[in-house]
């Protein structure tokens, strides 16, 4: 998520009444996730085993629960709860508006576009040409939407990521300030659920097409001409490349990469990345043939311990 406008580090430690370590006009452009930040961009960490990685991201500016040495070019925003002062800038840089319309005054819908009865859409929503939008469609505020989508009925765009922190009291959720963008000729079927991300984009690519109640996580990447059948669940930070087929019932767990043009058999479980260009069934997901021969020797295992009691 990057700021309207350029901040310094004095600024960002003022808004948190927070220690700092840097030159105060330090530069601080946005902020973000470690899995997308950017030179100018805050990242928070709060926990000693991923220090050294938010230290060494491209991110450079650190939000950090201990003072620690700087690297060089670098700065660090000291805090008592990392978590929290990383909500306080999400809800500074990127409030909650509440809506005052069926339809926000802001949102710009494109020509030839059909909203049909009953669809919400927030504020800042951009909606390209030759859309059609079926009734009771959900769609959140900054949500980006091309040319030539289909949405039906009932699915919701832009809700917040699943993400909370373990406290002794309570969880604690990280607020969300990314957004959803769907592009050109996408369609999405009935009930489905696309989560916005944290502080960038779920993005489903050109030509997609995804079927009824597929759920979709926060700054999960679809590629361009996947094909996604019902009822599949994908979880956060997944990246699905060109071409990819899922088939029904799916489950990929959070942060692996589905390559270019694999297929994933129904009913399969994903735990870990895939290689494209290849098949998969299974829980855990594998080869294809291999998963099957696995599972016709399973079934002579009965056969083998009968043979051995009859020796």
């Known amino acids: 998520m990057k700021f309207n406008t350029p901040q310094t580090l004095q600024d960002i430690a003022?808004?948190?009444?927070?220690?700092?370590?840097?030159?105060?006009?330090?530069?601080?452009?946005?902020?973000?996730?470690?899995?997308?930040?950017?030179?100018?961009?805050?990242?928070?960490?709060?926990?000693?085993?991923?220090?050294?990685?938010?230290?060494?991201?491209?991110?450079?500016?650190?939000?950090?629960?201990?003072?620690?040495?700087?690297?060089?070019?670098?700065?660090?925003?000291?805090?008592?709860?990392?978590?929290?002062?990383?909500?306080?800038?999400?809800?500074?840089?990127?409030?909650?508006?509440?809506?005052?319309?069926?339809?926000?005054?802001?949102?710009?819908?494109?020509?030839?576009?059909?909203?049909?009865?009953?669809?919400?859409?927030?504020?800042?929503?951009?909606?390209?040409?030759?859309?059609?939008?079926?009734?009771?469609?959900?769609?959140?505020?900054?949500?980006?939407?091309?040319?030539?989508?289909?949405?039906?009925?009932?699915?919701?765009?832009?809700?917040?990521?699943f993400y909370y922190k373990n406290r002794p009291e309570k969880f604690d959720k990280l607020v969300s300030g990314g957004n959803v963008i769907i592009k050109d000729n996408v369609d999405l079927g009935s009930l489905c659920t696309i989560d916005k991300g944290v502080t960038a984009s779920t993005t489903i690519g050109e030509g997609t097409k995804i079927d009824n109640q597929v759920h979709i996580g926060h700054d999960t990447v679809i590629g361009s001409r996947c094909l996604i059948a019902s009822q599949v669940g994908i979880a956060g930070c997944v990246l699905l490349e060109d071409f990819v087929t899922i088939w029904g019932q799916v489950g990929i767990t959070s942060g692996v990469t589905i390559g270019e043009k694999a297929v994933i058999s129904a009913q399969s479980g994903v735990s870990k990345s895939l290689p494209g260009h290849k098949s998969y069934f299974g829980t855990p997901a594998d080869d294809f043939r291999k998963k099957y021969k696995e599972l016709a020797s399973i079934r002579l295992i009965p056969d083998i311990i009968e043979k051995l009691d009859n020796l």
């Open 14 to 161: 003022t808004i948190l009444d927070c220690d700092f370590v840097g030159n105060a006009d330090f530069p601080v452009l946005g902020m973000n996730e470690i899995h997308v930040v950017q030179p100018g961009d805050i990242v928070f960490v709060d926990h000693p085993k991923y220090y050294d990685k938010a230290l060494q991201s491209p991110a450079t500016i650190i939000l950090i629960n201990k003072e620690v040495a700087c690297p060089a070019g670098k700065a660090l925003l000291i805090s008592d709860d990392p978590f929290r002062d990383f909500n306080t800038l999400t809800n500074h840089f990127n409030p909650f508006v509440a809506a005052t319309a069926v339809i926000a005054a802001s949102a710009k819908i494109g020509k030839h576009t059909v909203i049909q009865p009953n669809v919400f859409i927030g504020n800042n929503v951009i909606i390209g040409d030759d859309c059609l939008i079926h009734p009771n469609v959900t769609i959140y505020d900054n949500t980006i939407i091309g040319n030539n989508v289909t949405i039906h009925a009932g699915t919701v765009l832009g809700s917040d990521a």
